[in-house]
């Protein structure tokens, strides 16, 4: 194990303010985080998605700090919080198409199956945004934000014959993601080609995270 990870966890609860078990996946089993305190963000994912036309990456950073402002509430206000410094990280992920249209999860498969079909026409890449809040948390009047975003380009197959596709969807698979795929399941046949981090597509920007993550727990 590295020895980065217990000098950090000596001074800090690492707490992922997310329910997705692929981002924590991400902070417990890759970055080796093994303690980690999961918070659920009470703010609504509800952003006014017309008001983000042409700048679809504003609509998730927007997200992602309405979640991290949920966390900063709770903190201050629960009482049976613990009063341990926390590193706590809040993140929110899009999927973006060629025409700059907003892509979260799907809910039905209908809505996935038009999804797909249109990425593997494009010859385009889609477009996998996550922004990121990361809260230095020391108590309610002493805390930091470190903020950031990183995009991820997958290139569809466009010559991907259609009856994969369709079985995909058919497998009631990844309804609840972001574009209605996960690179790293099945949905991953489907594309041939990534360009940025791959873990950016799972859910959380791997280098960027723990870099940040790190020149925390170093400066304090």
Not at 41 to 69: M, Q
Not at 105 to 112: A, D, F, G, L
Not at 167 to 177: Q, T
């Amino acid at each position: 194990m590295s020895k980065i990870i217990p000098e950090i966890t000596e001074k800090f609860e690492i707490v992922l303010a997310s329910s997705s078990a692929r981002r924590y996946e991400i902070v417990h089993d890759i970055m080796g985080f093994s303690e980690t305190t999961i918070m659920k963000p009470s703010f609504e994912e509800d952003l006014d998605k017309t008001l983000y036309e042409g700048r679809p990456v504003d609509y998730v950073i927007d997200t992602s700090r309405g979640k991290a402002d949920s966390i900063l509430d709770d903190l201050k206000d629960d009482k049976k919080v613990n009063l341990r410094p926390k590193i706590v990280i809040c993140a929110d992920t899009i999927v973006i198409d060629e025409n700059d249209t907003i892509h979260e999860k799907p809910k039905i498969e209908e809505v996935q199956l038009r999804n797909l079909e249109a990425f593997c026409k494009s010859k385009d890449p889609v477009r996998v945004a996550t922004a990121v809040n990361i809260i230095l948390w020391r108590g309610p009047d002493q805390y930091e934000i470190s903020s950031f975003h990183d995009i991820t380009e997958l290139y569809f197959d466009h010559d991907l014959p259609s009856d994969i596709v369709r079985d995909f969807v058919r497998s009631h698979n990844s309804l609840e993601v972001a574009g209605g795929f996960q690179v790293q399941t099945f949905g991953g046949c489907m594309i041939p080609r990534i360009n940025g981090d791959y873990y950016n597509v799972v859910g959380l920007p791997l280098n960027k995270t723990f870099k940040t993550i790190y020149t925390f727990a170093k400066r304090t």
